[in-house]
């Protein structure tokens, strides 16, 4: 897959997306689900179908998703960026900020910087 920097910033946003997020963990393993049951999986809300077919396009359009008779499934590329998202998400669930001081950068001890 050639991926220049614009289709790696695309597909790097779709970690933003609460929708796309949602969607690729509806996916995950070797699940292949219908647009109507994904759709029911996300929202309810039959006027917002217009705003998870785009999501799903998008998905689609960026090698994240694919269909075939059985459903949309994740990709090579929808799997990786799973994984990646799963490892991140691990991390942030137990990181300690405790050694952040407000903007978010990390300060280390007296101690620290002697080990």
Do not use: W
């Amino acid at each position: 897959m050639n991926l220049d920097e614009k289709k790696l910033s695309r597909i790097v946003k779709c970690l933003s997306n609460k929708t796309q997020r949602k969607i690729m963990h509806l996916l995950e393993g070797d699940k292949a689900l219908k647009f109507s049951e994904l759709r029911l999986l996300i929202t309810k809300n039959p006027s917002s179908s217009g705003i998870f077919a785009y999501n799903v396009k998008v998905m689609k359009d960026l090698g994240i998703i694919s269909r075939d008779n059985n459903g949309y499934f994740l990709t090579r590329v929808g799997v990786q960026l799973l994984k990646l998202l799963e490892s991140f998400e691990k991390i942030c669930s137990s990181y300690d900020i405790s050694d952040c001081d407000k903007d978010g950068k990390i300060v280390m001890s007296v101690r620290d910087r002697q080990l």
